[in-house]
Each structure stands twice: as structure tokens, then as C-alpha cells.
């Protein structure tokens, strides 16, 4: 199984950026796809996530109204589109597919390698 992750940048306060995860070996459609960020010094915090149909989507309350998780089956990709960013968003971003919701436990799903996301103010 592998998990690509691209699209990170440096960029401004108020600008926007999507994050693309590129998945390999796994069948997309049962996995569960989410996102998660690590700032410095702080632990690996929870962003988004969805579903298996793509129906449902979670988000931690910060970015509630800013991101968009999203995924296309035929690309086997999930994406997250990132509007209206802040300098508190500035983390290295990584992906995760799981068999169960990522909102409330990472255990046993896959990562991919992560990548930066600077915010300047």
C-alpha cells in the first residue's frame, strides 16, 4: 500500500492550496481517507476525513467552513482543498486510509510521507 501526498507550499495568509493523496495498492472505495497535520513542536492533530461513499465529512472545528475533503474513485484520490488559510495552518500535512473512521482513531491505517504547508502572515 502506498500513499502519495503532494500539493503543499508556502503561501500567504488568505490564500488557498490543494493537498492531493494518490493511493496504490489498496482498494480505494473500502478505505476511509483522511487527513491530518503535525506543527512544530505540537502532535499530530486531526483535520478531516470521509467516508467510504464519500457522503460524510468530518473536520476539526479550525477548519470548519475553510477546507473541503474530497475524493475521486477513478483517480483512487482524496483531496483537500484549503481556502482562506492561516498562519495556524502552517503544519506538514499527511494523508491516512483506514478501514474505520480516522475522526476518532488512527490505529492501523496507512500513511503517506506528508507534505509542507507554510502559511506567512
Known amino acids: 500500500v502506498q500513499l502519495q501526498a503532494s500539493g503543499g507550499g508556502l503561501v500567504q495568509a488568505g490564500d488557498s492550496l490543494r493537498l492531493s493523496c494518490a493511493t496504490s495498492?489498496?482498494?480505494?472505495?473500502?478505505?476511509?481517507m483522511g487527513w491530518f497535520r503535525q506543527a512544530p513542536g505540537k502532535g499530530r492533530e486531526f483535520v478531516a476525513n470521509?467516508?467510504?461513499?464519500?457522503?460524510?465529512?468530518n473536520y476539526v472545528d479550525s477548519v470548519i467552513g475553510r477546507f473541503t475533503v474530497s475524493r475521486d474513485y477513478a483517480k483512487n484520490t482524496v483531496y483537500l482543498q484549503m481556502n482562506s488559510l492561516k498562519p495556524e495552518d502552517t503544519a506538514v500535512y499527511y494523508c491516512?486510509?483506514?478501514?474505520?473512521?480516522?475522526?476518532?482513531?488512527?490505529?492501523?491505517?496507512?500513511w503517506g510521507q506528508g507534505t509542507q504547508v507554510t502559511v506567512s502572515s
Open positions: 495498492g489498496l482498494i480505494f472505495s473500502n478505505y476511509y
Open positions: 470521509i467516508n467510504r461513499s464519500g457522503v460524510r465529512k
Open positions: 491516512a486510509a483506514s478501514r474505520f473512521s480516522l475522526e476518532r482513531s488512527s490505529t492501523g491505517a496507512y
